[in-house]
């Protein structure tokens, strides 16, 4: 799965799927999709603020920079369920359930372990995910597999 056609399935044909499993491809392709985006976004906030010459505390943010903002935020708000989605579908592929992502974000809030549940979430991120079909739907990279192969 390339680049385009990841970013096609999670925002448009599996925007808030969480039943199935995604690639790594997938998952990572998507992750990289957010990263330039929200890069972009951070380099027009701190050039429009550059350009302004607005120091940090002379009283308020520029216009343009509150504008850009509000957009950055509001594509923070569409991202949040199609990112969740493919997260948990990466867990799935992994033959985990997502119910094990929920339970990793909520103890990442925790100070200390919060670190440690990053790197579990990593981790389960960048392992490959189960040969053939598992208890969440057939392998995305080759359905034709069977389970009895592997018995």
């Known amino acids: 799965m390339g680049f385009t056609e990841a970013v096609r399935t999670v925002l448009r044909d599996k925007y808030a799927t969480f039943s199935g499993r995604a690639s790594r491809s997938e998952y990572w392709w998507f992750a990289l999709f957010n990263f330039i985006i929200l890069s972009i976004f951070s380099a027009v906030i701190i ?15 520029p216009s343009g920079v509150s504008a850009w903002m509000i957009i950055g935020g509001l594509y923070l708000l569409a991202i949040f369920l199609p ?4 997260q948990v579908r990466r867990f799935h592929d992994r033959n985990i359930s997502g119910w094990w992502y929920l339970a990793l974000f909520v ?3 925790v ?10 979430i990593l981790v389960i991120s960048l392992l ?12 995305p990279l080759r359905p034709e597999v069977r ?5």
């Open 47 to 61: 050039g429009v603020i550059t350009a302004s010459g607005a120091g940090a505390f002379e009283g308020g943010l």
């Open 83 to 86: 990112g969740l989605a493919v």
């Open 107 to 109: 103890l990442s809030m």
């Open 111 to 120: 100070p200390y372990l919060g670190f440690i549940a990053g790197i579990v």
């Open 128 to 139: 490959p995910g189960t040969i053939g079909p598992n208890r969440f739907g057939p392998d």
């Open 147 to 151: 389970a009895e192969v592997f018995a």
